[in-house]
């Protein structure tokens, strides 16, 4: 495999508990805005909206997709996401494995 030609990102947001977050994950790897979605186990989040603290059940997705995808994913997730502010968060990926963004690449049809 040649050396992928774009740059990976990862980036991070939270779904309800109580939604499929794996039917979220299967939409966006078939939309093509993302190679990959890691739907983790339930958690607790603790933050502060409108004054107060909250406390909830989540889920953490990692979503590995390509910079070039970060604002379509953006705006689709706007449109899917039930939480008037979703978590999202883009981290640059460096260092991944040349057969892994190679995959990557296919997958996302770069």
């Not at 508990?17 to 339930?42: I, K, M, Q, Y």
């Not at 990692?62 to 899917?80: H, M, P, W």
Request: aromatic share 8%; charged share 25%.
């Amino acid at each position: 495999m040649n050396t992928p030609n774009f740059k990976a990102v990862v980036v991070l947001t939270t779904w309800p508990a109580n939604r499929d977050a794996t039917s979220l994950g299967e939409t966006l790897v078939t939309e093509g805005l993302a190679a990959c979605v890691n739907v983790l186990p339930e958690m607790r989040s603790v933050y502060r909206w409108r004054g107060r603290i909250e406390n909830e059940t989540e889920r953490q997705l990692v979503i590995k997709t390509a910079a070039s995808r970060v604002d379509a994913l953006r705006e689709r997730l706007a449109q899917l996401h039930p939480y008037e502010v979703p978590e999202f968060l883009v981290f640059a990926a460096s260092g991944g494995s040349e057969g892994y963004l190679g995959w990557m690449g296919e997958s996302l049809e770069l």
